[in-house]
């Protein structure tokens, strides 16, 4: 007798709605090498079978412009359910403009809500679709900008260890010679045995980083100093790295855009703990890569960014060592997403009951940021 089966489900594409908002951040912010008073969203809904898939990213307004313009084409019509094959049209659609950049967070936005359009329509949380190996995943608190007064740096860190949080991360090196002060601060502030990191943004070269590592490990007990030179500089990250203080983790990934930026990054041994940002990285499809490259190379793995986003997939990614509770993020997530939860006992969890993501964008609360 001839072999029976099912064939698997399709669902096509029959609607793309595309938004940009700029959203005013609650005071003016800054890290080493960069200051801003707004932060722009870039949000994608992506409608299939009576359900609607939710996306975003973190962006310049000009890549609401390019889903609208350039991917449009390539979803409507589409197969839902064929991610990988829709993943793949949309690199070729935008190949003139490289596979970085503009390009992977347009597809990161996409692909993220492709994937939870995926779950709503087969009624399953996406959580649960990833195959999370747990219900929680642990956060570490980050903020302590640069721009921040003294009472407000101790008020945030203050407030996430009331909410059992236990790792902190704050900006430096836009003035070295108040960091010493700053970081002496934020220890006494979150105590002795709360996990202290730091992030340089690209501000130190070599040896002014490997002097302030010796100094923050031996001075504040810091035990992560993360993107202290510029991304590309792997060469340079992997000196760092062979000299710091063992205790210190050197950390980057978060400008990894495709899958080789990051298998480059580790065949160099620049890095104890990958980072890497779904919004940037080609969604969850290209996470999902990155991980499994972290797996291969025995190294943690710490996503960036959009906490809310990551949470779904976070608990299925077998390196991760926690998700980034990024402040200006979080505080725009729970003011234009329904459902996003706040952290509980430092962790944070995605809803078992609901099909999806477990959110939902408030397009009418957003208008008046629209950019």
């Known amino acids: 007798m001839p072999a029976t089966g099912h064939c698997p489900p399709t669902a096509q594409v029959r609607d793309v709605r595309v938004g940009a908002f700029r959203v005013p951040t609650d005071t003016p912010e800054s890290d080493g090498t960069l200051e801003w008073s707004a932060t722009t969203l870039v949000v994608v809904e992506i409608v299939s ?56 967070m347009a597809v990161s936005a996409v692909d993220v809500a492709l994937w939870d359009l995926k779950a709503r329509l087969l009624g399953v949380p996406l959580a649960g679709l990833f195959g999370r190996t747990g219900a929680e995943v642990p956060v570490y ?74 100094w923050l490990a031996g001075e504040a007990d810091v035990r992560w100093l993360e993107q202290p030179l510029r ?17 210190l983790e050197i950390t980057d990934g978060e400008y990894g855009y495709v899958a080789d930026d990051f298998r480059r990054m580790l065949e160099a041994e620049a890095v ?56 200006d993020h979080a505080r725009i997530e729970q003011e234009l ?4 939860r706040p952290p509980v006992e430092g962790c944070l969890a995605a809803d078992p009951s609901v099909a999806g993501a477990g959110w939902e964008f408030r397009w009418s609360d957003a208008d008046r940021y629209q950019a």
């Open 49 to 104: 079978g009576g359900q609607r898939g939710l996306g975003y990213t973190y962006a310049d307004a000009a890549i609401a412009r390019l889903i609208d313009d350039q991917l449009r084409p390539v979803l409507e019509d589409g197969d839902a359910f064929d991610i990988p094959g829709l993943w793949r049209a949309m690199f070729d659609r935008l190949r003139n403009g490289g596979r970085r950049g503009a390009t992977a």
């Open 141 to 214: 608190g980050s903020g302590g900008f640069t721009s921040y007064a003294e009472e407000q740096l101790r008020r945030q860190f203050a407030e996430w260890a009331g909410e059992g949080i236990t790792h902190f991360k704050m900006k430096v090196g836009r003035e070295p010679a108040q960091d010493r002060a700053r970081v002496r601060q934020a220890r006494a502030v979150v105590g002795d045995r709360a996990v202290l990191m730091v992030d340089a943004n690209s501000a130190y070269e070599r040896r002014q980083a490997l002097e302030w590592g010796e």
């Open 231 to 247: 991304p590309e500089d792997r060469a340079g990250l992997a000196w760092l790295r062979a000299r710091a203080p063992a205790q």
């Open 272 to 327: 104890d703990v990958v980072m890497a940002d779904a919004t940037r990285c080609g969604g969850y499809t290209g996470l999902l890569q990155v991980a499994a490259l972290c797996e291969a190379w025995n190294l943690p793995l710490s996503t960036h960014c959009a906490p809310a986003l990551h949470v779904p997939i976070a608990a299925a990614l077998r390196p991760l060592r926690h998700v980034e509770y990024f402040h």
């Open 337 to 340: 997403f329904a459902g996003v």
